[in-house]
Nanobody
Framework: QVQLVESGGGLVQAGGSLGLSCAAS????????MGWYRQGPGNQRELVAA???????TYADSVKGRFTISRDNAKNTVALQMSSLKPEDTAVYYC?????????????????WGQGTQVTVSS
């Protein structure tokens, strides 16, 4: 099992900055992808940013140029630095870790989630 513990988040004014971090522990397999998703009121959970073990990154179009994701493979941590925040960035942000394993002839996907942390951007 894998446990993800998030920290950071809170209330910030529009245009401000905020950082999130997530520490993973347990039976972590590599390579893997760590990322951040968010779910705003009345919305589906959506990908914000993700980063692979090899540091390849993916960003949602809505956060490109404003958010930066990074990770420390040795410490199994991932961080999200958010700047130029907008009210529409308000959401619960979830840390995610995923990997796949070939077990015999079966390709199994593993997907783990943190408990979520609230980010509120006031206008």
């Amino acid at each position: 099992q894998v446990q993800l513990v998030e920290s950071g988040g809170g209330l910030v004014q529009a245009g401000g900055s905020l950082g999130l971090s997530c520490a993973a522990s347990g039976s972590i397999k590599s390579p893997n992808t760590m990322g951040w998703y968010r779910q705003g009121p009345g919305n589906q959970r959506e990908l914000v940013a993700a980063i692979t073990s090899g540091s390849s990154t993916t960003y949602a179009d809505s956060v490109k140029g404003r958010f930066t994701i990074s990770r420390d493979n040795a410490k199994n941590t991932v961080a999200l630095q958010m700047s130029s925040l907008k009210p529409e960035d308000t959401a619960v942000y979830y840390c995610n870790l995923k990997y796949t394993l070939l077990i015999g002839k079966d390709l199994r996907r593993y997907d783990y989630w943190g408990q979520g942390t609230q980010v509120t951007v006031s206008s």
